[in-house]
């Protein structure tokens, strides 16, 4: 037996599969749990909020873990973290939002740290004085979901879900109109300033105003808006009137807003941030505007002080018109500077003073019988005159008057704008008459009239010198007799012994005896009336 044998007859190893352990029992538990944390942590993941970041320029008062997030003063979320942003310039908060308030998370929200202020329309947020600052929100209506904001530095004066419109005004200046100043409707608070900004071309200022519903309705695309923050005093014939439209607007300003009553009728409600014009006061809100006008020029030869832009034309005392620009004009001819004033005449504002006519509405709408209306006027004697308007200012306008004794004039109508004729002032026609007078006492030979004077008085004392010496004592004379004649008087006609005063006195006596006789006489008659046929029986 060989070696190979031997090793061909060795024992074989045979691989057996190992059998499968069985599921332990122990296992159980730590599956559960497993299977349990899985779900809560999906649960918690479901019912969690979204989780958004404000930027502030400041977070005053704000803490991580204890400043709330607010929706109409319930409690939506928290603060969860405070830190500066990249460049360190702002505050970058991270807030967790409560599930239910997800929705309010959308693109036009609004947020903004609630504190305590003092604004012009009131003292907001007092509250926090007690429980703290808290991040305000105010719902937007997008349905399109955003986690990134810049928080406002101020909140918004209206809320979102506050009826009524907004507007936009636009103004020279801002004024005295502020955020939170009163907006006005015959008098009453129905609105008020919410922004302002200035405009693009940096030229004017838009204002933004919100008017509360249904005042909102009173909103016209005629309607006019003006600034009533001051005083509308007037003088007139009454006395002095004051108007204003409340305290409130003197101290912090205010807008009110009307429509006039001529465009009433063809008005209809303005759409939601519509554009209006804000003007300085009401006459200049409220003045109808023209259709038709008519520009004329004017030179004088006074002084042009006190007459400016925007002064009235009046024709017999009634407004027809305005100035439009002063200045001065060369005359090439004397190459001399000429006061100029230019004036814009409206012929609706003649046919407002005068009973309503279908002939003359044609002659205004007619350039020709205008032409025609005017040369007639200007034959009579329609003059402009510069005439003071208020003594105290000084202010001056252009009065159009009829003078019967003007120097003839023409028109000429192919010149653009026409020329009007003119008067000199009542002023200047004043200082021309005192002119006149003073020059006529400078020709007058004031030396030789001094020298007649005084030798006239010289001659006067001479005279009464003489009658000192001559005339004085026969005078003297005179006086003497006289006063022996008054004294003779007193003793023979009123003195107390004068003999006419005595036998006066005795005549008087007798009278009164006869008077008593008669009246004794008188009485027994009435007792005896018999005594008449019979006579007077004896006792």
């Known amino acids: 037996m060989t070696d190979h044998d031997d090793l061909n007859n060795l024992p074989q190893a045979t691989a057996i599969q190992k059998k499968r352990m069985r599921f ?22 479901l019912s969690e909020g979204p989780t958004i970041t404000i930027v502030f320029k400041k977070a005053e008062g704000i803490e991580a873990e204890k400043t709330f997030v607010k929706y109409k003063d319930v409690n939506i979320g928290m603060v969860t973290k405070v830190e500066l ?14 599930k239910s308030a997800a929705g309010l998370i959308v693109e036009d929200a609004k947020f903004w740290i609630e504190q305590p202020r003092v604004t012009l329309s009131g003292i907001s947020g007092i509250g926090t004085l007690m429980s703290g600052n808290y991040i305000g929100l105010e719902a937007g209506k997008s349905k399109k979901i955003q986690h990134n904001f810049v928080g406002l530095e101020v909140p918004s004066v209206v809320t979102g879900d506050q009826p009524g419109r907004q507007f936009i005004l636009n103004a020279d200046t801002l004024g005295s109109v502020g955020i939170g100043s009163p907006l006005y409707y015959r008098k009453l608070n129905v609105g008020q300033v919410i922004a302002y900004d200035l405009a693009q071309d940096g030229k004017s200022v838009t204002i933004k105003i919100f008017v509360n519903a249904p005042y909102d309705n009173c909103v016209t695309v005629n309607t006019r808006f003006w600034e009533a923050s001051g005083i509308d005093v007037s003088l007139g014939a009454n006395g002095v009137s004051v108007q204003t439209q409340s305290v409130m607007s003197l101290l912090i300003g205010g807008i009110a807003f009307e429509t006039p009553q001529w465009a009433e009728t063809d008005s209809k409600p303005a759409a939601a941030d519509s554009a209006f014009t804000l003007y300085n006061d009401r006459a200049a809100a409220m003045a109808k505007r023209e259709t038709i006008s008519a520009d004329y020029v004017m030179y004088f030869t006074e002084s042009m002080r006190g007459l400016s832009v925007g002064a009235p034309v009046t024709f017999l005392g009634l407004p027809v018109g305005e100035v439009t620009e002063v200045g001065l004009e060369c005359n090439s001819a004397s190459e001399n500077l000429l006061p100029r004033v230019d004036i814009t005449l409206y012929p609706t504002r003649f046919l407002a003073h005068i009973k309503k006519s279908s002939a003359a509405e044609e002659k205004a709408q007619s350039q020709k019988e205008r032409q025609t209306m005017i040369q007639r006027m200007v034959d009579r004697g329609l003059r402009a005159q510069l005439r003071s308007g ?31 004729p003119v008067m000199p002032g009542a002023l200047q ?53 006289l006063k022996r004649l008054l004294e003779n008087a007193d003793t023979n006609l009123v003195g107390n012994n004068a003999p006419v005063k005595q036998d006066l006195r005795d005549s008087l006596q007798e009278i009164t005896k006869a008077a008593q006789a008669i009246s004794e006489l008188l009485d027994y008659l009435e007792r005896n009336p018999e005594a008449l046929i019979q006579g007077k029986q004896e006792d």
């Open 24 to 45: 332990s029992v122990v296992w159980i538990i730590p599956a559960v749990a497993a299977v349990v944390a899985l779900v809560i942590a999906i649960q918690r993941i």
């Open 429 to 481: 026609d004043l200082e021309m008459k005192i002119n006149s007078i003073l020059a006529k006492i400078e020709r007058m030979p004031l030396d030789a009239i001094g020298e007649n004077i005084k030798k006239l008085l010289l001659t006067l004392d001479g005279l009464a010198k003489h009658a000192d010496t001559e005339t004085l004592p026969e005078v003297k004379a005179t006086l003497e007799s």
């Open 390 to 420: 208020n003594i105290v200012t000084g202010q001056l306008y252009v009065a159009l008057d009829i003078f019967p004794n003007a120097p003839k004039a023409k028109i000429d109508w192919t010149k653009s704008p026409i020329e009007l």
């Open 85 to 98: 942003s990249e460049n360190f310039s702002k505050v970058v908060l991270t807030a967790k939002i409560d």
